[in-house]
């Protein structure tokens, strides 16, 4: 995912937490978190300036002891807390230490991850969810009508949950899986073989543990 090209930092703080809790809350502003430069807390809200009217009325970032709380579109309340307000032309870029945990629900909005992190917790309703470095514990995905594509290089736990959309997981060479999936109209499908006595070289492998159920939206298993 690239963040408009046209955008310019309207806002941006920074944090010194080596260990962060950040929530992010957005209606139709996507969401992207990647890697801090300096292993501080970044968050910058990115639009066209002269698109953007009254940005403190739309825009609160807060930090209090280890948590950092972004909301997008502060005015709203709805489903996840949000309906849509008027936040559609502003997006989201925050630079982590790998030591944080991330929550994030937005609604008519993409998220992307490319941070090796703790734990993430991610919702969105008719958003795509795409983690490009899986965390180091829990990955908790759940979307409406978006797709999730996450890739996989450590042992990790993931739910992933999607009532109307696609998911797939690509999973490193050398790491053993261990999957219960189920679909209500979907397909399931895997490249990568789930008996592991069949594979002398993972007998000491790092462990994927997935937890996946789709309603009308496949879900697909392969290797990097």
Request: glycine letters at 8%; proline letters at 2%; charged letters at 25%.
């Amino acid at each position: 995912m690239k963040i408009n090209s046209a955008f310019e930092i309207l806002r941006e703080e920074a944090f010194d937490i080596k260990k962060p809790e950040v929530s992010v809350s957005t209606v139709s502003s996507e969401v992207q978190i990647i890697e801090s430069p300096d292993g501080r807390c970044h968050v910058a809200i990115l639009g066209k300036s002269g698109d953007v009217k009254n940005l403190d009325d739309l825009v609160e970032i807060e930090a209090h002891d280890t948590k950092i709380s972004v909301r997008v579109d502060k005015r709203s309340h709805g489903f996840l807390g949000l309906f849509s307000g008027g936040s559609a032309d502003l997006s989201v870029l925050i630079k982590l230490p790998s030591a944080s945990t991330i929550k994030v629900a937005t609604v008519s909005a993409d998220v992307e991850i490319n941070q090796g992190v703790r734990s993430v917790i991610v919702g969105t309703v008719s958003g795509d969810i795409n983690v490009l470095h899986n965390p180091t514990g829990a990955c908790n995905l759940k979307t409406v009508s978006g797709d999730i594509s996450t890739r996989t290089f450590s042992s990790c736990q993931y739910s992933l949950k999607s009532v109307s959309g696609d998911i797939k997981v690509l999973v490193a060479p050398g790491l053993e899986v261990d999957v219960d999936g189920k679909s209500v109209s979907g397909d399931l499908e895997s490249e990568i073989s789930l008996n592991s006595n069949n594979d002398a070289t993972l007998n000491h492998a790092e462990l994927v543990t997935i937890r996946t159920s789709t309603v009308s939206g496949d879900f697909s298993l392969a290797r990097n």
